[in-house]
């Protein structure tokens, strides 16, 4: 506990630090993200160019974190571990395939608390005729100007993906540094991939090596937007129509092709600015196969898992989805759980009328399929409208239901021990008896019970977003992936990687359940007498 208290102080004073500073951390800086987000979370000061946001919240939060940092710190002394948490702690770790799991699920938190570290398109560090920028962490966006960009990219943001690529072919004088995966997840559309292709005994190979059957394109340039020539290819040789754009992209040439061999007088041309053969040298002489989104995984265009159906690299578009589960399950447990335990405690401490109206209260609305209700209530908000916090809190207002029985009957059978009676003769106050010393004898049901539930929001979010009544398109979620993969069989990279996270995630989270559960089974490691 004091390691924690340290952290959330020294992280709530790096956080302010830069947020002074304009800039902005991994992980750390989330409630000043969040405040700059939201019209109500920060107040603006001044006006025309000189304005400037103050986040409240973030400051709010941070003033938080130190103040329940310091109450940590004065409370719990350096002592060491009582000897039933040892043992716990022990059982856990002899579950060799829980302790595994946790290691694993340890190591993607780190990942995803990482953020735009390793997976945005905003650069790690740029340089330009001697000045140095840190785009990736700073509030302020770097205009095109600094970089040398004119015209209509002057006051805008900078494509870092494209500025370095200007800088390595011009040889120009700079450095751009780019995160691991170099998109967003979600609202970066990628340029579309063109795959050039090679020709092998008079045959025209696709990417996979075998003659090529589809369509084959020569370019202005290297963007899949500058089309000059496409020709149909079939069993690796030019069949079908052929035809030939400007660099504006008017038709102007067309003719057929039949065994390679071009059709006498099928060639039509209607170009004023050139003649017909300087049009068919004006754009380059390589073939290439251009992969509409989805494409598939290309490592050398640097999509190692391929594209989403939007345009978007599928490698960060999963790390997007890995950082919203985590994210919502932060936000999910300690909400359902703080209703839960505290309601599920007063209706087994106080009994009688209470119990019975909310015992009754409970099973009405337990009655009703959970998922059904949260789809109706989505369905009520545009879909627009629909953010991450208002989706969870339709999950919240439905979710804490489960543990109040298991709560109730813990806090029907201690309230009956005499340390309880103990407590009551000394002058506690009730709340006191719940929550120092009831709760804490009911820790094992809540601790094995929390993979679970992280397991249900995990489960949840994306049947919501398959289903379509989830997430606007905004948001990168495994279940959107999920829809998109099933719903194109032809890619089945999709579906493969979507439920390849998704199974891997919840199998890993089982494994930890399990071991937690045995650990703290009081039946497999007690002996009566």
């Known amino acids: 506990m004091r390691k924690f208290a340290w952290f959330l102080i020294i992280s709530s004073v790096i956080a302010s630090v830069a947020e002074m500073l304009k800039l902005k951390f991994p992980t750390i800086s989330w409630a000043f993200n969040l405040a700059h987000e ?4 920060h107040s603006v ?18 003033v938080l974190g130190i103040v ?14 009582l000897p039933t948490t040892k043992r716990r702690i022990e059982r856990f770790r002899a579950n060799r395939r829980g302790l595994i799991s946790l290691y694993i699920i340890s190591f993607f938190v780190l990942l995803a608390s990482l953020d735009q570290v390793l997976v945005g398109k905003r650069a790690l560090y740029a340089s330009y005729n001697g000045e140095s920028y840190f785009p990736a962490f700073m509030r302020k966006d770097v205009a095109g100007e600094d970089f040398g960009l004119t015209g209509d990219l002057e006051k805008q943001s900078v494509n870092y993906r494209d500025l370095k690529k200007r800088i390595a072919k011009n040889k120009e004088e700079g450095t751009v540094i780019m995160p691991l995966v170099p998109y967003d997840p979600t609202e970066d559309t990628v340029d579309v991939p063109v795959v050039p292709l090679e020709e092998k005994d008079g045959k025209l190979l696709d990417t996979s090596g075998e003659p090529l059957d589809g369509r084959a394109m020569t370019l202005y340039g290297d963007s ?16 079908g129509l052929v035809t030939g754009k400007t660099e504006e992209g008017v038709k102007v040439y067309e003719a057929r092709y039949k065994d390679n061999v071009l059709v006498p007088e099928s060639e039509k041309y209607s170009g004023e ?6 049009f068919l040298k004006s754009g380059n002489d390589v073939l290439s196969y251009i992969h509409y989104h989805s494409a598939p995984p290309m490592p050398s ?33 300690p909400a359902i759980y703080i209703i839960g335990v505290s309601i599920g405690l007063l209706m087994g401490y106080f009994g009688g009328t209470f119990d019975l109206i909310l015992q009754r209260i409970i099973e009405i609305f337990s009655t009703i399929p959970f998922l059904f209700v949260v789809i109706i209530l989505s369905s009520l908000i545009k879909p627009e409208n629909r953010g991450l916090y208002m989706i969870l809190a339709i999950l919240i207002a439905f979710g804490w239901m489960g543990m109040t029985y298991l709560m109730r009957t813990a806090a029907l059978k201690e309230k009956a021990r005499d340390y309880v009676a103990a407590a009551r003769v000394s002058g506690a106050s009730t709340s006191r008896v719940l929550f120092s010393h009831i709760l804490p004898n009911t820790v094992a049901i809540l601790v094995t019970l929390v993979p679970f539930s992280i397991s249900g929001i995990i489960m949840s979010l994306t049947a919501l977003d398959y289903l379509g009544f989830g997430l606007p398109g905004k948001y990168a979620t495994w279940g959107t992936l999920l829809k998109d993969g099933l719903a194109n069989y032809s890619k089945p990279w999709l579906v493969a990687s979507a439920f390849t996270v998704l199974v891997s995630t919840l199998i890993l989270v089982t494994f930890v359940g399990e071991a937690i559960r045995d650990a703290f089974d009081p039946k497999k490691f007690s002996t009566y007498k």
């Open 38 to 41: 939201k019209a109500g979370l």
């Open 45 to 62: 000061m001044g006006a025309g160019e000189d304005a400037w946001r103050l986040a409240w919240f973030g400051y709010f939060v941070a």
């Open 68 to 81: 329940a940092g310091l109450l940590i710190l004065s409370k719990h002394q350096e002592g060491g571990m």
């Open 224 to 239: 899949a937007e500058s089309i000059h020539m496409s020709y149909v290819y079939r069993q690796g040789v030019k069949a």
């Open 273 to 278: 600015e050139m003649s017909k053969e300087e």
């Open 301 to 333: 265009q640097g999509h190692m898992l391929g594209t989403t159906i939007q345009g978007y690299d599928l490698l960060a578009y999963l790390y997007g989805g890995l950082q919203l589960n985590i994210k919502a399950a932060v936000l999910y447990i």
